[in-house]
């Protein structure tokens, strides 16, 4: 992930710094750190698998951005699209995949933690 290019927009990275929504570090550029700005993937782990379909999070998620297609993208813009994306075919295919998988460990969970080990 850290490299020499930002892990939100892709642009030459400054530092390495700790994301302020989760435990974990990324390569940012000016632009990103001061916007605040976190990768994509982030905002879609909160919207997944934190949120309830974007509501639910602290008020603060409001002042981040992500980066998509080429601009910065607000949080609330973010859950806009997504939400509206549910009616899209991939989605609900997506959810008819998650239904047959309930009740199986998740990625990062503590019993595939231990299969890790
Ligand atoms: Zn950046």
């Known amino acids: 992930m850290a490299g020499d290019t930002c892990d939100v927009c892709g642009r030459p990275s400054v530092r390495v ?3 302020s929504l989760a435990p974990i570090s990324w390569a940012f550029c000016t632009d990103c750190l001061n916007k605040p700005a976190e990768p994509l993937c982030m905002f ?3 919207f997944d698998d934190v949120s309830d379909n974007g509501d639910g999070l602290r008020e603060e998620i409001n002042d981040y951005y992500t980066f998509k297609d080429g601009a910065y993208l607000s949080w609330s813009d973010y859950i806009k699209q997504r939400r509206k994306a549910k009616n899209d075919s991939h989605y609900r295919r ?3 995949y998650r239904e047959q998988n309930e009740g199986r460990p ?9 299969l890790k080990l």
């Open 106 to 114: 998740k990625a990062g969970s503590e019993e595939i933690q231990v």
């Open 44 to 46: 879609a782990y909160l």
């Open 94 to 96: 997506l959810q008819g």
């Open 17 to 19: 710094a700790s994301s």
